[in-house]
């Protein structure tokens, strides 16, 4: 309850339009896969990623959407393993047609980030990175078919403090071999680097993860203790928790929680878990959600995505015509 009422508050300082619009646009593809993940991903450097990206352009020009809208987010998969030109192709469709108030890209993997993305990024107007380790374990990422290397990812995360970006950083409580010992480490690191946001998400073993396959039921026994951990560091390093959402088979009862410093709360974030404005999702597997109640999933494989492409779309479009319509007569 306490921690409800400290998200509430800090939900109460920012001020949202129910009728405004916020864009989600999916970048499928992944280096690897990590054990705990089950969304569709698309692994390897085999795919056509330019042939997605022109489909995804497209998409940008053909949504009906305001102008101007409150958040976009730019999530994965791993958006970073896109080349350079291929996010700069997206970013200069989205410019091209949007203003916004926040943007966000999904920067997750350090291996496929460096300072020229950065640039491309920063120049395109996002405004917000998510580097997320999920651990600094390097023997658990290891195991999870995710590394790390930490000078690099140092290296990369000063120059996006540089750059002016807020950064988030994500980690997981309840990964396999990973005890609160082990935990520990993550903040050691994380008390000289002090992140804008963290996200500490408690593991959720989800149908088609290798978890799921491989009956893992993640390290249930110290999950407890690493939220004490949690609650002790957040407070001991002013970061205030501003929104929080559970998931199915989550371990040992908990949440999500993602956490502010000096007032850098995520727009995007409020307004998806607390489902207090629409999101039209954009790309394979993209979902849609309006403030009515109404929902689009885009397909949840590539070949449907462009087969049926123009289709979908136009279903979207008739889907937001529909909300502003009733916006308008709400307003006469």
Known sequence: IKLLDNVNKEQAKLDFDEKSFSLYINIPFCPTRCDYCSYPTLVGAHHDKGAYVDYLVREIRGIDLPVDLDTIYIGGGTPSYLTPSEIEKILTSINKKFTYQEFTFEAGREDTLDYEKLEILK?????????????????????????????????????????????????????????????????????????????????????????????????????????????????????????????KNIISNLENVGYQRKSTAQRYNIIINEEIGSILGLGMNANSKLISGKKFRNPRNLRDYYQDFEENLSAKNEMIKELRRENKDELL
């Open 123 to 247: 120049d395109g107007g996002v405004s917000r990175i998510s580097l997320n380790p999920q651990t600094f374990n390097r023997d658990v990422l290891k195991n999870l078919n995710r590394d790390i290397d930490m000078e690099h990812f140092l290296n990369i995360y000063k120059c996006a403090k540089d750059l002016g970006f807020i950064v988030n950083m994500d980690f997981i409580v309840g990964l396999v071999g990973e005890s609160a010992d082990d935990f520990s480490i993550n903040f050691d690191i994380l008390k000289d680097l002090l992140p804008d946001n963290i996200t500490f998400h408690a593991l959720a073993i989800k149908s088609g993860s290798k978890y799921n396959e491989n009956k893992k039921t993640g390290e249930r026994s110290d999950a407890l203790k690493i939220s004490q951990m949690i609650e002790d560091f957040t407070k001991k390093y002013a970061y205030s928790p501003y929104y929080l959402y559970r998931q």
